[in-house]
């Protein structure tokens, strides 16, 4: 017995002339079982493909389990190489550094100084004196060949410094010391006149007192505390400090007189060389002599000589010129 397959499949394989010789509706009935077949042949073939392409269940669940963990190390490893960074709110910090920046700004041009303090210096030449005003509206008269400097502007002290000889009319202010620094001695005052000779090239310092009173100290040691007309004297190489009175006269602040009183012979000399444009030569074994007297600077320098000259001779000296400047005492 020939099935409908069978059939089918020998009315395929002989040739078209016997198929055609078929009734119409077996033609019809064959045809489409053969479509049907070769349908099903394709899909299992497509099913078979896929089959053979598509790898198992275990091998996809591994692939993704391995997947998973390199994602994992991945991330680990970046976690751990990246520096870690905070993220700020720059806006407001602008804001803030726009209102303060101007504000330091000007509190520094309030505050800070522009510069170092301006400092006043007055000197004279040689025969020259001069009157000096400070800024607390004190005087002072400085004699030949001197030096005074302060601050422009005095802060709680008043302090001034001087090398050679200033006669100070001081402004009273109690609140605020005036002190004097020269090189050997510290004078302290809160307003009184007096005078001070401080000349480095001499081993001796003076301190007359006109009014008031007068503190006069080396560092931290108290030398005395002069009142009007006291004099003190203090001699640095032997530390020595004497202490005197001298009357003072009327017009000592503008006195150009040359006057000297128990004066040694290199503070005489000296006091000559800062009115009158020469020098002295003074030997080393020179005796010790102790002057007074009074000197008018309108007289030459050899006018003076000559009045010096009588006074060194009970001390068995004199004074030689050497040349239009230049003299000696021998």
């Known amino acids: 017995m020939v099935t409908s397959a069978g059939l089918c499949n020998s009315v395929m394989k002989p040739s078209n002339s016997r198929f055609h010789q078929l009734p119409s509706r077996l033609q019809r009935y064959l045809r489409s079982r053969l479509a049907s077949q070769q349908s099903e042949?394709?899909?299992?073939?497509?099913?078979?493909?896929?089959?053979?392409?598509?790898?198992?269940?275990?091998?996809?669940?591994n692939r993704e389990l391995e997947a998973a963990r390199r994602a994992r190390i991945l991330a680990g490893i970046y976690a751990r190489t990246q520096p870690?960074?905070?993220?700020?709110?720059?806006?407001?910090?602008?804001?803030?550094?726009?209102?303060?920046?101007?504000?330091?700004?000007?509190?520094?041009?309030?505050?800070?100084?522009?510069?170092?303090?301006?400092?006043?210096?007055?000197?004279?030449?040689?025969?020259?004196?001069?009157e000096v005003v400070l800024p607390d509206k004190s005087h002072v008269w400085l004699r030949p060949r001197s030096e005074l400097t302060c601050a422009a502007s005095?802060?709680?002290?008043?302090?001034?410094?001087?090398?050679?000889?200033?006669?100070?009319?001081?402004?009273?202010?109690?609140?605020?010391?005036?002190?004097?620094?020269?090189?050997?001695?510290?004078?302290?005052?809160?307003?009184?006149?007096f005078l001070v000779k401080a000349y480095p090239q001499l081993?001796?310092?003076?301190?007359?007192?006109?009014?008031?009173?007068?503190?006069?100290?080396?560092?931290?040691?108290?030398?005395?505390l002069l009142r009007p007309h006291d004099q003190l004297v203090y001699t640095s190489h032997n530390q020595q400090v004497k202490l005197s009175s001298n009357e003072?006269?009327?017009?000592?602040?503008?006195s150009r007189m040359l006057t000297f009183e128990q004066a040694s012979l290199p503070e005489i000399l000296l006091l000559l060389?800062?009115?009158?444009?020469?020098?002295?030569?003074?030997?080393?074994?020179?005796?010790?002599v102790a002057l007074t007297g009074t000197l008018d600077p309108a007289l030459s320098a050899d006018q003076v000589t000559d009045v010096l000259n009588v006074l060194l001779q009970r001390h068995h000296l004199r004074i030689t010129k050497r040349s239009t400047a230049t003299y000696q005492v021998e």
Do not use: M
């Open 84 to 130: 870690s960074v905070r993220v700020f709110q720059l806006w407001p910090a602008l804001q803030l550094a726009a209102v303060l920046v101007p504000l330091l700004i000007v509190g520094a041009v309030l505050w800070l100084p522009l510069g170092p303090p301006r400092v006043l210096c007055y000197a004279t030449g040689v025969g020259e004196h001069r």
């Open 41 to 61: 042949q394709q899909r299992g073939q497509w099913l078979d493909d896929l089959a053979a392409a598509t790898p198992d269940d275990d091998v996809l669940i």
């Open 248 to 254: 003072f006269d009327d017009t000592l602040p503008s």
């Open 203 to 224: 081993s001796i310092t003076t301190v007359h007192v006109r009014t008031g009173r007068v503190q006069v100290a080396r560092q931290d040691t108290l030398l005395g």
């Open 273 to 288: 060389e800062n009115y009158y444009p020469i020098r002295f030569t003074l030997r080393r074994d020179a005796p010790t």
């Open 154 to 193: 005095f802060g709680a002290v008043r302090d001034v410094q001087l090398r050679g000889e200033a006669f100070f009319a001081v402004t009273k202010n109690p609140a605020q010391p005036f002190v004097v620094h020269t090189p050997k001695v510290t004078v302290r005052v809160l307003g009184t006149s």
